[in-house]
């Protein structure tokens, strides 16, 4: 039940109840069918990108029974954190898998490291992933897109219009929004980002800027 406390150790957890509610819808589009990928080719990316975060690269399947294996390597090789996520790595992983399933592959790859990684945190017990359905991908048509300057990867006109950050994932509409709903239960609304006296209960803008940032540095993330 989204908000409902939990005992580690001698702490009960709570969380908010948006946040819960958050990462459940999270944990269920992880084995749901995306526009590009099958709901059994994500529940299988998604474990390998789980798996890769506790084990690196090398401790995670790069094999699977129905996503290719440069898809795999791939999740694997970003949920690890390497350092090795260049241009180059990722114009050999699109020309094998295609740009906008690796646009889809990050935003699965993202989400289900947050989820995970929350739980981890926490203290919390590892969470089974759904079971997938016999689903294919949606193959809805992209927006019109551009080559863009801030990124590598396809987006949606006009390109460069917002922070590189924004405009990552809009050539694939539906992981845009799996990524940025979570995002405003865990960070910010993308409606209150210009508030800078902004709140979320006990944190202030000022500390919740403060923690993204030091986390952002841990992980090498210099944005």
Same mark, same amino acid.
């Given at each position: ?47 390998? #990108? ?6 690196? &690269?090398?401790? /995670? =399947?790069?094999? +699977?029974?129905? @996503?290719?294996?440069? !898809? ?73 897109? #551009? ?6 990867? &396809?987006?949606? /006109? =006009?390109?460069? +219009?917002?922070? @590189?950050?924004?405009? !990552? ?55």
């Amino acid at each position: 039940m989204p908000g409902a406390p939990s005992t580690v150790g001698d702490v009960t957890v709570t969380i908010r109840p948006d946040l819960a509610e958050a990462h459940d819808r999270t944990w269920e589009s992880l084995a749901a069918a995306g526009t590009w990928w099958s709901s059994r080719q994500r529940r299988e990316l998604a474990q390998t #990108a789980i798996d890769a975060m506790w084990n690196g &690269p090398d401790g /995670a =399947p790069t094999r +699977g029974d129905d @996503a290719p294996e440069a !898809a795999h390597r791939a999740a694997a090789l970003m949920a690890s954190g390497s350092p090795a996520v260049t241009r180059d790595w990722y114009e050999g992983v699109r020309d094998e898998i295609g740009a906008l399933e690796y646009v889809e592959l990050v935003g699965l790859v993202a989400t289900a490291a947050a989820a995970a990684s929350l739980r981890n945190s926490l203290g919390l017990p590892e969470r089974e992933l759904p079971a997938a359905t016999e689903d294919g991908p949606s193959r809805v048509p992209s927006p019109s897109l #551009a080559d863009a300057k801030l990124n590598w990867v &396809p987006v949606a /006109a =006009p390109a460069d +219009g917002t922070a @590189a950050v924004v405009q !990552a994932l809009t050539a694939v509409p539906s992981a845009f929004a799996d990524l940025w709903r979570l995002g405003d239960a865990q960070y910010i609304p993308d409606e209150e980002m210009v508030d800078l006296r902004w709140t979320r209960g006990t944190l202030s803008r000022v500390e919740i800027e403060l923690v993204a940032t030091r986390v952002s540095f841990s992980r090498e993330c210099h944005y």
